[in-house]
T-cell receptor, first 114, second 113 residues
C-alpha cells in the first residue's frame, strides 16, 4: 500500500486566495482525520470522518475552513479566504474504526499564506 | 477533557546515552496510549503502543509501560543513536466510540555523535 497520500506537499499563496488540500486514505480504512501542526499550538485535530460522514468538526477554527469526504478514497480541506495565520502543516491520517485507534499519517501539506 | 502532557524539549544527548521522555495523561476509563515519531519533513509514524494497564510497548529499542496508577507512559531507550534524532509525540486514544487521538506537544530530541 502506498500509505496516506496528500497533495500538494507545499503550497504558497497570497492572503484571500482559496486553498484546497487533498488526501487519499489507505484503502480499507474507514476513519479519516485532518490535523494542523504549528509551532505555537502543536498538533490540533480539525475534523474527522467515519465512513465518509463528518463526526466531529469542533476543531475547525472558523467558517473559512471546510472539509468534505465525497467517497471512501478522497477527502478535501478547503480554506476560503486564506489568511497568514493559516500557515501551518496540515496532516491527513486514516485508521480502521475497529480495534485500537492506530493512525497512519500522510507526509503533510505545508501551507504558507503571504 | 482528555489531555496529554509530555516533557518539554528540546533534549540533547550524546550517542549511546540513556533516554527518558516523560508523558502523563488524563482520561476517564482506559485509553490506548501511543508514542509517535516525526522525522524532519515527514509525517508522524507510530513508534509503539499499549492498550491496557501494565502493557509494555516496544519497538526499535524504545520501550514504554502503561502505568495506570501514575497515569504515565514514559518513553525510554537504553542507548540512543544519531538516527533517533526526531520529534516524539505521546498520544492517547479517545475513550468510548470516538477514534481520534489527543497528542502531547512533542519533544525534540537531538543526538550528537
Amino acid at each position: 500500500d502506498a500509505g496516506v497520500i496528500q497533495s500538494p506537499r507545499h503550497e504558497v499563496t497570497e492572503m484571500g486566495q482559496e486553498v484546497t488540500l487533498r488526501c487519499k486514505p489507505i484503502s480499507g480504512h474507514n476513519s479519516l482525520f485532518w490535523y494542523r501542526q504549528t509551532m505555537m499550538r502543536g498538533l490540533e485535530l480539525l475534523i474527522y470522518f467515519n465512513n465518509n460522514v463528518p463526526i466531529d468538526d469542533s476543531g475547525m477554527p472558523e467558517d473559512r475552513f471546510s472539509a468534505k469526504m465525497p467517497n471512501a478514497s478522497f477527502s478535501t480541506l478547503k480554506i476560503q479566504p486564506s489568511e497568514p495565520r493559516d500557515s501551518a502543516v496540515y496532516f491527513c491520517a486514516s485508521s480502521l474504526m475497529r480495534g485500537s485507534n492506530v493512525l497512519t499519517f500522510g507526509a503533510g501539506s505545508r501551507l504558507t499564506v503571504l | 477533557g482528555d489531555s496529554v502532557t509530555q516533557m518539554e524539549g528540546p533534549v540533547t544527548l550524546s550517542e549511546e546515552a540513556f533516554l527518558t521522555i516523560n508523558c502523563t495523561y488524563t482520561a476517564t476509563g482506559y485509553p490506548s496510549l501511543f508514542w509517535y515519531v516525526q522525522y524532519p519533513g515527514e509525517g508522524l509514524q507510530l513508534l509503539l503502543k499499549a492498550t491496557k494497564a501494565d502493557d509494555k510497548g516496544s519497538n526499535k529499542g524504545f520501550e514504554a509501560t502503561y502505568r495506570k496508577e501514575t497515569t504515565s507512559f514514559h518513553l525510554e531507550k537504553g542507548s540512543v543513536q544519531v538516527s533517533d534524532s526526531a520529534v516524539y509525540f505521546c498520544a492517547q486514544g479517545a475513550s468510548g466510540s470516538a477514534r481520534q487521538l489527543t497528542f502531547g506537544s512533542g519533544t525534540q530530541l537531538t543526538v550528537l555523535p
